[in-house]
């Protein structure tokens, strides 16, 4: 029941792109076609499980037994971007197809804020190792879920006529203004 | 370049988040009010002053393949300075800014001096530059949350301009995304006129 809670909190009620503003860039950035959404969403799930797994495990047995906490910041960073490194080189070697699909999103997650943003969650709301796993694939769900509608949406945006002002971020800030606004029905939910 | 141009681009021609939509992470999620964004604006310009100056400083002895971790690092150096002195001096501002603090990190405006102007140019353009945007970014941070501020509540830096409850809707999540919608929308067409 706990991790139903702590998925659907996290897919619908606090979506970490649409309430939390997490990993916004991607968000605009690679949200115009469908397909290169699901890449992207794909590469996020993988990375993000995979970090808040290594984060937690460093956080837990070496900073705090060290009492050198307030190195969080600069230790999670560098785990974080050699993780996505040795991921691009392993996948390289044991799946060829795979990195096709994801390996031009891997270097962009380095900063994507998403990645780092769930592995502090993880820390600060003191869940266990499970429930750190839990949450952080029910975030990439929900950035999953949050990408796809809007790239979507985008593909129409591109056979309307918006007026010449608004053409390009513009609109498409406001279209995520309204999908966020459609998101805040769930709130109350858990 | 003239050092004046060099550190005036910044603001608009070059607004990190208006017209290069870079940082927008920070820009949305902590602009609910005013002196929130002048804060996040503020600690950012540290920041990025202080990264490109090291980072132009020793750009010399950092070997080209292992430029990127290096800059990350000495960025999150004083990531964590910001932080422990916030956390010591202003803790009101940085329980409202949370998250947002130790995601200094991952801003990319920050890294993105880093390796486009900082690892290239001297110390002193680098220096500017770095002041520059992070002003510019601080601009853009406390305009939007000025106008969130005073669309939700009516009053700008806690002052007061009109009374009544105000839309609720700006101060939260959509409020971010509508509100610098339709700045970058306003940005755009006073451009264009000019």
Known sequence: MEYILIIIGAV????????????????????????TSVGMSGAVMFVMTLATVVTYLIYNYILVPFGVTYLQTISYILVISSLVQMVEIILKKVSPALFQALGIFLPLITTN????????????????LLEGVVFAIANA?????????????REHLDLMGVPKGMQGAPVA?????????????FAGLV | ????????????????????????CPALGVTTSAFNGLGMGLATTFVLVSSNSVVSLIKNQIPDKVRIPSFIVIIASFVTIVQLVMEAFLPDLFAALGLFIPLIVVNCVVLGRAEAFASKKDFKSSLIDGLGMGLGFAFALTLLGAVRELLGSGAIFGFSFIQGDGMLVFVLAPGAFIGLGYL???????KKTE
């Open chain 1, 12 to 35: 619908f009620v606090n979506n970490i792109v649409l309430a939390q503003f997490l990993g916004i860039c991607p968000y605009m950035g690679v949200s115009s076609k469908v397909s």
């Open chain 2, 184 to 190: 970058i929308a306003l940005l755009n067409m006073i």
């Open chain 1, 141 to 153: 769900i929900g950035f999953a879920l949050a990408i796809l509608l809007f790239a979507g949406i």
């Open chain 2, 1 to 24: 370049m003239s050092q004046l141009k060099n550190f005036t681009k910044g603001f608009i021609k070059e607004n990190p988040v208006f017209v290069l939509l870079l940082g927008l």
């Open chain 1, 113 to 128: 804020c998403a990645v780092l943003g769930v592995a502090i969650l993880t820390v600060q709301k003191e869940f266990n």
């Open chain 1, 173 to 185: 800030l406001v279209v995520a203004g309204i999908l966020a606004l459609a998101f805040m029905g």
